[in-house]
């Protein structure tokens, strides 16, 4: 497992940064499609509510490995008779490190609509009315009042939500992409040391989740300021 010419760790360190750039990108994507579907719940009409309610329902009831399979496989089922229209030939897919951060993105999304519509329900009616009554333009109080109020709430539940996204990242293996447990699997085959190989992989994960907790233990503290603790 050394650092040298035959040595294992650079290429965990590089599986690693695979697990953490994967998980990134599907929680950001994660995020964004959560701020649409709580809206819709809250301000949407009884259609786009209904969307948002069937959306959150299916992906957190179906396994997440199989809407990463439908990602990877159906992306390629569609973009192939497209890509043919263009004069292209063969099979075409999308990449397994897209595939697999959108895969993830789109089921974090579920759990990120939840978060967020709990969130905002939890910020007081009276804080918002008050920005009304001063005259705080819509786009001022979503940037003064109701994001900073709504994060306060929403950051412990994020995240829960980052803990989830980054466990799902081991699932994306099957795209082909060579993330930290793939790498653990590879080194493990090739050794005949699977120990050694699930054991540093397992202290990376929770490095990753130690250091990823405390910067969200400061963005709670920074969103919190002022409130006191009960």
């Not at 199989?66 to 159906?74: A, E, K, T």
């Amino acid at each position: 497992m050394g650092f040298g010419p035959r040595g294992w760790g650079m290429a965990m360190l590089a599986g690693a940064a695979m697990t953490i750039a994967v998980a990134s990108c599907g929680f950001l994507l994660g995020a964004c499609v959560g701020v649409l579907g709580a809206w819709a719940k809250i301000s949407g009409g009884p259609v786009l509510r209904t969307m948002a309610d069937g959306y959150t329902t299916i992906l957190r009831g179906v396994p997440d490995l199989l809407v990463i399979y439908l990602f990877y496989f159906g992306a390629g089922a569609v973009l192939t008779p497209i890509g043919r229209l263009f004069g292209a030939s063969g099979f075409i897919s999308l990449p397994g490190f897209a595939a697999g951060a959108l895969a993830i993105g789109v089921v974090s999304g579920a759990y990120h609509t939840e978060v967020f519509r709990g969130a905002f329900r939890a910020v007081s009616r009276g804080e918002i009315e008050a920005a009304i009554a001063s005259g705080m333009s819509p786009s001022l109080m979503l940037r003064r009042i109701i994001g900073p109020l709504t994060l306060r709430h929403a950051v412990p539940g994020l995240g829960n939500v980052w803990q989830l996204t980054l466990k799902e990242s081991a699932l994306v293996s099957v795209t082909g992409l060579v993330e930290l447990l793939r790498q653990s699997q590879i080194g493990a085959g090739s050794t005949r040391q699977p120990f050694y190989f699930f054991v540093t992989a397992g202290a990376l994960y929770l490095l990753i989740t130690a250091i990823s907790g405390q910067g969200f233990r400061l963005a709670e503290q920074r969103f919190s300021r002022g409130v006191r603790r009960a």
